[in-house]
């Protein structure tokens, strides 16, 4: 079984989501139940890592006023967020900017927890869950997060159907 990172997290999400940002599980306990859950400890403990980013990155950020952006603003990326998000993936981040679903700070937030995976390119599908977990675990983005979950889980029921 080939597991990454990415899935561990989507695994935490779905399955611990309705818990919100106050569940502090016991790591150990999380650990056990992880493995037997077929992940590796090596992907785990940098699931956990990653998590622990995005936790800094909410407590950092939470004493700092929302920017409001300008519509003017344009947002430059590094070489290396060229390889790994592609044109579709930096478009997607740009309108739900435009469309007030994220702000740029959020927008931040997101660029840097994506970089944070070890995939060398990521799929717009990984993105909308990657912008999903700093939704959820950002505070003052309750609408926001109901939102994209909406989309998301609409695209979602789309493609079964």
Same mark, same amino acid.
């Given at each position: 079984? &080939? @597991?990454?990172? /990415?899935?561990?997290?989507?695994?935490?999400?779905?399955?611990?989501?309705?818990?919100?940002? @106050? /569940?502090?599980?016991?790591?150990?306990?999380?650990?056990?139940?992880?493995?037997?859950?077929?992940?590796?400890?090596? @992907?785990? #403990? &940098?699931?956990?890592?990653?998590?622990?980013?995005?936790? /800094?990155? #909410?407590?950092?950020?939470?004493?700092?006023?929302?920017?409001?952006?300008?519509?003017?603003?344009?947002? !430059?990326?590094?070489? &290396?967020?060229?390889? &790994?998000?592609?044109?579709?993936? #930096?478009?997607?981040? !740009? /309108?739900?900017?435009?469309?007030?679903?994220?702000?740029?700070?959020?927008?931040?937030?997101?660029?840097? #927890?994506?970089?944070?995976?070890?995939?060398? @390119?990521?799929?717009?599908?990984?993105?909308?869950?990657? =912008?999903?977990?700093?939704?959820?675990?950002?505070?003052?983005?309750?609408?926001?997060? !109901?939102?994209?979950?909406?989309?998301?889980?609409?695209? =979602?029921?789309?493609?079964? !159907?």
């Amino acid at each position: 079984m &080939k @597991e990454n990172v /990415f899935d561990v997290l989507m695994y935490l999400f779905e399955n611990y989501m309705d818990e919100g940002t @106050e /569940f502090q599980p016991d790591q150990e306990a999380l650990t056990y139940e992880l493995t037997q859950a077929g992940f590796r400890r090596g @992907e785990i #403990r &940098k699931a956990f890592s990653w998590l622990d980013g995005l936790s /800094f990155l #909410r407590e950092n950020n939470t004493d700092r006023p929302r920017a409001a952006g300008s519509a003017a603003a344009i947002r !430059h990326y590094t070489s &290396k967020e060229q390889e &790994k998000l592609d044109e579709e993936c #930096r478009g997607y981040l !740009h /309108f739900m900017e435009v469309s007030g679903v994220i702000d740029p700070a959020t927008r931040e937030v997101i660029i840097d #927890r994506l970089m944070a995976l070890e995939s060398d @390119e990521i799929a717009l599908e990984q993105l909308k869950w990657v =912008m999903l977990l700093v939704l959820f675990n950002q505070p003052g983005q309750e609408y926001a997060y !109901h939102m994209l979950e909406d989309m998301v889980f609409d695209e =979602m029921q789309g493609h079964l !159907h």
